[in-house]
């Protein structure tokens, strides 16, 4: 699952992305972490992972937001080269207003914010998902929304916009399978990936091509892997 999701993650396209943040942000000529534009960029290599100074800051940030998390539904998992923060939908949103905030959930994002706003070197990529039940066109503008939503509380904590990139994908990156209550309730979730700034956009133009068609995986192997993975914290 994590292989996968990751794989998923950076095979967004640099142009959507660009698309999406614009109108968030009503900037034009936009690039992630601010610099040349795409079509400058494309031309050159690809930007290389450092390896050493990505796992350090992993290294240095994984427990500092497991502190900040504490006590919350969130959850805070490590991937290769990402920190990810998971909020799930249905504890994260106002059901009534399915793009509004819920009090309780502020703090925990506001102090995962707070932290990262003092390393200037940080890139924040939030990733809003949906279930597949309904037109496709309104899940991704939902997870759209919800993504800005959590992206405000970032900017209001003082994160410039240079450092902050956002996509709704709507259904097209399952944790589990939608055929199932508990299936689409995992799916709907929004995801803070958390890295160098470098590291973030080396992932973003290492794998800015169309991902083949993967399966999700069955709701029972999801519920295991998290299961495990707490067992062996």
Known sequence: MHKKSLVLLCC???????????????????WPFGGDSKAAVVKKAPPKIDHEVTNAWLDEYEPRLKLALQDSKMELERRENVLVVTAPVESSFNPDRPSMLMPAVLGPFTKVAKILEADKLTGVLILGHADSTGKVEDNRKLSEDRAKAVASIFRL?????DRLLLKGVGSDMPRAANDSVQGRALNRRVEIVLTPQKTLVALLAQYNQPAPATAAMPVAQVVADQKNKDKSQ
């Open 12 to 30: 967004l396209s640099l142009t959507a992305c660009a698309g999406n943040s614009e109108r968030s942000t009503g900037t034009s000529g936009w």
């Open 157 to 161: 904590s003082g994160l410039q916009r």
